[in-house]
């Protein structure tokens, strides 16, 4: 396959670019009876759009989204759900310039060497505008969470630049996080986080940017052995949003430093007494709150002239121009969320195929 | 899927449990015509064996690997490959004792909840033993990638504890790197290594490390957008490794604090001033080194104490009994190795089968 | 999986009921490179279409094909394509009655038992408007097989009821095909087709049909052993199409009363003596034709009452209201050639990422 | 993928040659708490097997299958179970002779043709040896089906040459079924099958042969919408059986002349009136008995001459030697039951996966 399509059962599969006519996704394995409008939508749409808090970028594109096919009377029906959002915005003009420049830490290199041709208008298929469709689908996905099961994933900024939040992950304040501009969960450094960005701006730079997200009331026994463990397949779902460049389960690259006897959870009556795991042992949900941390660079989009090279293998100073963020990591706490909820999901339902087949055979 | 197999078009699908007669892969997808013997198995599977080095658990199985079909007057016919280990060192008494109790950070409390049933003797299908039958097929892909490509995969132990080694990784020394008992690059390190185990396993403790693996001579082109990007698939890989609990690609972590201006590889007629990338931009393969770090937790398999509860909920104390790893690290090292190398043949063939078949089209 | 993709490489994903507001496809896979514009799909959507000859129903639907992404000035960009086709005449009130009704030979009492709730307007999901998106698909997969290989794909109605069509495998003339109302071969049968029809309609009952197709110059060395012989995804493809009930390869059912010696395909210098085999041998193609027969059964949308039950499993009477075929074969001739298209295509790719990877292993 | 797994969730992986130490299967998804032992393959081991009846081939081979992992203190674990039968009949001189040249009718042309290397003692991986795997992992699927459903799964050859044996479909005697040489359903015919048989064997010819495969309560509402019907993948199954040319599904080919009054089955209280669908609606099973239709082409392995090519396209003649069926339907029974059951079991978790994990939605 050509990696347009994730999960297994519960499976998205994606198409369009940043400048086309629309994206589109196809939700396969939903399961029917569901409530979902158009509505439900728009508040994870919200955001991950651009130009809604100050420091991303300014493209404004209306995001709706639209059902087309799937859904009747209100209810899903069981068969695919194909989604469409139009690309209202898309001022072509601005990256004319640079239709044979590769623009360093891009994808312009890499999409020209493997296909030999490229939407050059605003990165096409490699631009983040892909993951609008991502977090259309990951509400669908909550949605099932929520309802059938109980499960909430929260996500926020927990680090730009050196500037770390501090937080107590079992007392998250949802309303806040989604309230302040940086979807951060520490009131102490929304002020510094707003210092720090309005002095990258001004140096026409980005920033990189840390993101948590954990799930509470996770069933247990989700994840499969071997290769398919669910954090490996939250790993690989993590690692696909563009800009991640690091993936952490529980205490993560800590671990590194940590002794046996420090690292294990100890198990009482109770519960587990710590969270090393992440929720996570052997691969599979140990109904513990799920933890995962990524590491998201400072986007390659800046207005610093830098070296590169053109499609003749010459050397050219490139610049960017139009509207970017100076932190991406910011908007891509819906991203992922919907993420982890797609992950989730499609493991409820992989397990489920499983082990609830025989459900005589053993009581569970 | 029930997560026992691994690639699209290089597929390993395996079977087989610590105590069990054997464990059993079949890889399907390899190219026909290589030459391949049984005896090429040896060095890695030598690498990652128990009792090799002073600082790896003692149990002594032979590790050979039979070839069961799929190759044909010593060479590869295309077809499924099948291969398989004998358990020949099983020593089930050492853990009748675990049968009903849940060893803290083990899979046994997991699994049970999961399946209803678990072969708890040596923590049954989510053993590191597993992992005999990756590296076995990890020696295929590695075979394939270097005599088609040169592309050269090198993994090491880059951190015990808060021991760093130092390295340079445009020069490391493989030979130096296979001799020594840690499997680092770092001749500086390994009578601090050596310090630090000696004293852990006198504590009755274990210890976290810190893998890193490059390759070299790595094809431009390999990956695919969206969702089953590279390093996406390089993070499911290693996440999937028994203990892994972080994955970084190039900059990883250190991202989060860097500027867009830093990060940003530039590039120039002889090639990028800089590798934050890790040799992947937009999830395909720059032609640059990759570059990969894993964070190994400290095994739970120790001798202190711990608390924790049995099948019936009642609280006991468990104290691991039999052979274990100070530093599971150590051996993950051919491991990680075959599952990069895993992972790049699987997108040389996704890679091929769309790009080159049309190959009239563009001059690639 | 839920069952709305097809193709491991070359993978098509759809949705959309017959009802909605479109019927949405994404095709992945598709190499970089290719002309592609909307008119392409004109030809084959006009086949398919109903209303265009006197025997299918005349919804009048334009049924023109959009394309939202993976085209870039008019070329494939390698990325995933997405093909939109509007519901524009869907006449919902002509369906109400039937909401509570199973029709009798069709899907309504296996989707309602299936998902407990049903979008009863047309079949939704289950009518053969889906396979509109299927002939698009096979636009471009066609594209595909005759630049690059010169592989042609002929469908063509071989037999309705007892009227049997005469032809000659190796001169049928496409372009009588693609002219008579019936896409038949043979100019013998059109009449004896159309009294037939006349009769058929006037009793308000329908008819089935058999399809033929063919495949020329077909690469060698499709299809891959055991479980995905070329003849088993075709068959799986076919079978998958609306109303077929039976699938045939070669000699077919004939083989049941053959000899081995009548049977087996001799070969010589200037190749096969016979082609009972129908162009594949060990589930593998041999470069000789390709031979399809399917059978499609009457549709059951007649306007003679039977006798059903209801969702409350009360006996009732139903009469089909509406527009519909009195053989519904006929229109099935560019939805199986669209199918064989899109499992050579996917074959093409399947076989060209394992056995041209090494070229320099064996010389083919 | 290349072809050596089936199913989704319920998945067979398969290895093995004709002519090398073992064929192996792993069989994935088998749900946990089963009971399983080795002396459950025996029955349908021995059907397969040749040399049990007088008119299959004589290698006595002891089909005994060996379980290596999956399996615990006699039950099911959930994890992937792999089987193992080992190859201890070979007689590798009875092939040397045939290296070079091509069996008419046999892959041996296409394989050389797509690996440009082949295993050619007995056909390598593409001799119906391998079918023995499919028939162990058939076992297992039939024994979930049975426990949890009471489905039965009955094949028998209703057709041999122009011989057709008379049945009805909802009285067969399987003890007669599996106790004559025929695996046939009527009395009537033993007689003249084996006369028959006789004939070809002096002729040192072979013949077709015609299977039915029936399955009785079958839970209602498996199958996936559009392209994994579970007619298509059944007919994927069939016509991926060595042999197989055709594969009908109900009515089959009569409903080429059939009218939709008279093949629309009528729905009443009590039931379905009639069963031209073969219990499969939409793709969707209906609850009424399964029916399949498959052709089996006579071997080419006879001994009568025959003229065929060598590797270097030189004219030569060609006489099979050694011990071959002169009709390999009879053998064809267990197989095609094992392939029906493994679809349905895959088809009851896909379905299970979606539709029962929100049970609360609706009421099944």
């Known amino acids: 396959m050509s990696g ?4 297994q059962l519960f499976r998205l599969t994606t198409a369009g670019e940043s400048h086309g006519p629309a994206l589109v996704g196809i939700l396969d394995g939903v399961p029917p009876g569901i409530e979902l409008s158009e509505d439900d939508f728009i508040f994870d749409m919200d955001r991950r759009k651009p130009g809604v808090n100050r420091f991303t970028t300014q493209r404004s594109e209306d995001d709706r989204v639209k059902i087309l096919s799937g859904v009747f009377e209100g209810k899903t029906t069981g068969t695919s759900i194909a989604l469409l959002v139009e690309n209202t915005d898309q001022r072509s003009k601005d990256y004319s310039d640079i239709a044979d420049k590769y ?36 509400v669908i996905a909550k949605k099932v969470l929520k309802e059938k099961y109980g499960t909430e994933i929260t996500g926020f900024v927990s680090q730009i630049g050196d500037i770390k939040a501090n937080y107590d992950l079992n007392h998250l304040d949802k309303d806040f996080i989604n309230s302040n501009d940086f979807y951060t969960c520490d009131k102490e450094v929304v002020e510094k986080f707003d210092e720090l960005l309005r002095k990258i701006k001004k140096e026409h730079d980005s920033i990189g940017a840390k993101v948590t997200i954990v799930a509470d009331n996770v069933p247990v026994g989700l994840g499969e052995p071997v290769f398919d463990r669910i954090d490996a397949d939250i790993a690989h779902a993590m690692m696909g ?21 420090e690292h294990r959870d100890l198990i009482t009556k109770q519960g587990f007494l710590s969270n090393n795991a992440g929720g996570i042992l052997g691969g599979i949900t ?18 610093i002239p830098g070296r590169t090279i053109n499609k003749n293998y010459e050397e050219v100073e490139i610049v960017t121009k139009g509207r970017h963020d100076p932190c991406v990591g910011i908007r891509a706490v819906p991203i992922a969320e919907a993420m982890l909820a797609l992950v989730l999901v499609d493991h409820l339902m992989r397990d489920h195929a499983q082990n609830r087949l025989l459900a005589k055979y053993h009581s569970h």
Do not use: C, M, W
């Open 286 to 303: 140990t109904s513990q709150q799920i933890l995962v941390n990524i590491a998201l660079k400072p986007t390659s989009s800046i207005q």
């Open 103 to 138: 623009r360093p830490g891009h994808a312009d290199f890499t999409y020209d060497k493997k296909y030999g041709i490229r939407d050059y208008r605003g990165g096409g298929r490699s631009s983040a505008r892909e993951t609008a469709i991502r977090v259309a689908a990951g």
């Open 4 to 7: 347009n399509s994730i999960g």
């Open 241 to 261: 949003i563009n800009a991640v460049k690091g993936v952490e389960i529980g205490a993560g690259f800590k671990s590194v430093e940590q002794r046996g006897s």
